[in-house]
């Protein structure tokens, strides 16, 4: 079973600019989790899919973050535009729904930084 | 927000040694996951606790979920290089069963 697909793996820019983020998460996980990771810090949830609806959003700095979902598959994270501090790595997770299951598979991670 | 505080931030610790990881929370979570993660990848899930007062062995890794479902630990028996990572705990919360990690233990484990 292929795991949680995450490009670019590294994406350098400069602050005002925009950028985007895609994952493709896998095959018939519903639920997908955008986080953002600091260094030196766990893992920050940003935004959470179920199938191609928001479940949660509230930590996701929506004045310059967005995300869809379109299809209910795979998703796109943007920024526009970037600050210094959005340098970091930005990981993507997917889980079954089926019955009562917790774990969580993460992709390799997006490692942006913002100079 | 519900704060979770790992401790020690850094352990560099020699092969063969024993050691303890703590996961602190003033809150009750539904359950407590723990991870660990590498450089350039994402995190791993070692292991999920449920029940106040749990036990779980994998390995040389001993798990425990504190009574109150506040707090747990992760104790490694006999270190080995292949030890060396950044162990995260999260608790799980909402019907999302999203995951609120603390900053993470960061091991190093020399031959």
């Known amino acids: 079973e292929a795991g949680v697909a995450q490009s670019p793996r590294y994406k350098i820019i400069e602050k005002r600019q925009s950028v985007a983020f895609w994952c493709n998460p896998i095959s018939g996980h519903a639920t997908l989790y955008w986080y953002q990771q600091i260094l030196g810090q766990g893992p920050k949830l940003l935004i959470q899919?179920?199938?191609?609806?928001?479940?949660?959003d509230s930590q996701l700095p929506k004045d310059r973050f967005s995300a869809e979902r379109l299809k209910g598959v795979d998703s796109t994270l943007k920024i526009q535009p970037a600050k210094l501090e959005d340098s970091a790595v930005y990981l993507c997770?997917?889980?079954?729904?089926?019955?009562?299951?917790?774990?969580?598979?993460f992709g390799p991670g997006t490692r942006l930084t913002v100079t | 927000t519900q704060l979770l505080e790992q401790s020690p931030q850094f352990l560099s610790i020699q092969e063969g040694e024993n050691l303890t990881v703590y996961c602190n929370s003033s809150s009750v979570f539904s359950s407590l996951q723990w991870y660990r993660q590498e450089p350039g990848e994402g995190p791993v899930l070692l292991v999920t606790?449920?029940?106040?007062?749990e036990v779980k062995k994998l390995k040389r890794l001993t798990f425990q979920f504190g009574d109150a479902r506040k707090d747990s630990s992760l104790h490694i028996t006999a270190a080995q290089p292949g030890d060396t990572g950044l162990y995260l705990c999260a608790g799980v919360r909402g019907s999302g069963y999203a995951l609120n990690f603390g900053k993470g233990t960061s091991l190093l484990v020399t031959p």
């Open positions: 606790v449920v029940t106040g007062g």
């Open positions: 899919f179920q199938n191609n609806g928001v479940v949660d």
């Open positions: 997770a997917s889980r079954k729904d089926r019955g009562i299951t917790y774990e969580q598979y």
